[in-house]
């Protein structure tokens, strides 16, 4: 799956000085990061010190998801360019596989 066709198949909305970051509108959201990726990525799943819900990893051929899984397991999806990807993961210390 891609980023572009991700982003065309739901409502993104751009993130405000995020520049190549999106969050998915009207979240939060019962739907898990497998559907919304519909298992085409697999998962990894981080406890980041400062980000205060667990991260959800997914890569897509050209970014990522980044959704953060809530208490109530409830999820905040982010779609991100590859650029937004790998600067989003820098600044919680999540180390991207090459």
């Known amino acids: 799956m891609t980023f572009d066709e991700l ?4 409502t993104w909305v751009p993130i405000p000085n995020c520049p190549g970051r999106f969050i998915l509108a009207d979240g939060p959201h019962a739907l898990p990061p497998e559907e919304l990726l519909e298992s085409h990525s697999p998962l990894s799943s981080f406890d980041v ?10 890569h897509l051929e050209d970014g ?3 959704s ?10 982010t779609l991100n360019t590859a650029e937004g990807f790998a ?3 820098r600044q919680l210390g999540i180390e991207s596989p090459a």
């Open 68 to 77: 953060y899984r809530r208490p109530d397991g409830s999820y905040v999806h």
């Open 7 to 10: 982003m065309r198949r739901r």
């Open 49 to 58: 010190a400062t980000a205060r819900d667990t991260v959800v990893v997914g």
């Open 87 to 89: 600067r989003k993961l």
């Open 64 to 66: 990522g998801v980044i």
